[in-house]
C-alpha cells in the first residue's frame, strides 16, 4: 500500500466548482447519510487499520502500513478528502445534534484509543523480532475483534443515527437536501 487512507496528498485540494451538474450534486450529497447527518467514508480509516492488523500474522510486509497509521478526526479527515462531498459532510457535521455529536466522538475516541493502543503493541513485538510469533497472531486477532465491536457501534451510528424528539429521518434528510440546494442555486 502506497498511501494510507488518513495521509492525503499534500498537493492542496481544488475547491467544488459552483456550478457543478446534477449528478455531481448528487454524488456529493450521497455521502451524508441523511439518518445521522455523517457521511461513512470516515470509517474507511478504521476499517483499513483492522485489515492491515488482521492479516499481518500472514502478511509481515503490512508492518510498516500499520506503524504509519494515525488517527484522523472527522473534520480533519474530510477537510484532506478529495471526494466530491466533502463539503458537504462538512457542514452536515457541523450541523449534527451535539448530544448525537457528542456520541459520536466518544465512539470515535474509543477507536482511536484501541487502534492506537494496537499499533504500540504491534511495534513493541516488531522491535523485539517476534512479528511472525504465534504470540503476534494472538494479538492480531485480538486487537482486529476489539476494533470491530467498537466500529459496528461506529457504523450503526452512521447508518441508523439516533432519533432526536424534534426531528424525524425525513425532517433532517429534507434539511441537509435542501439547505444544499439553497447553496447551489
Not at 68 to 83: E, Q
Not at 93 to 115: G, I, M, T
Not at 141 to 155: Q, S
Request: aromatic share 6%; proline share 5%.
Amino acid at each position: 500500500m502506497t498511501d494510507d487512507a488518513n495521509n492525503f496528498p499534500d498537493k492542496g485540494t481544488p475547491p467544488l466548482p459552483r456550478n457543478r451538474s446534477s449528478a455531481q450534486q448528487r454524488r456529493a450529497e450521497a455521502i451524508v447519510n441523511p439518518a445521522s447527518g455523517l457521511a461513512n467514508d470516515y470509517l474507511n480509516l478504521f476499517n483499513e487499520i483492522v485489515m492491515l492488523i488482521e492479516q499481518l500474522p500472514t502478511m509481515p510486509e503490512l508492518i510498516d502500513d500499520i506503524l504509519r497509521w494515525r488517527p484522523v478526526s472527522y473534520h480533519a479527515y474530510f477537510a484532506k478528502s478529495i471526494l466530491p462531498g466533502r463539503s458537504t459532510a462538512l457542514e452536515a457535521y457541523a450541523s449534527l445534534n451535539a448530544n448525537f455529536r457528542r456520541e459520536f466522538e466518544a465512539v470515535v475516541a474509543d477507536l482511536d484509543r484501541r487502534a492506537v493502543g494496537a499499533v504500540a503493541m504491534i511495534r513493541k513485538q516488531h522491535k523485539s523480532g517476534n512479528i511472525s510469533s504465534a504470540a503476534t497472531a494472538e494479538l492480531c486477532t485480538r486487537a482486529g475483534e476489539a476494533l470491530r465491536e467498537v466500529l459496528l457501534k461506529a457504523t450503526e451510528l452512521v447508518n441508523h443515527g439516533t432519533h432526536v424528539a424534534h426531528e424525524s429521518e425525513q425532517e433532517r434528510a429534507d434539511r441537509l437536501l435542501y439547505g444544499n440546494m439553497r447553496k447551489v442555486s
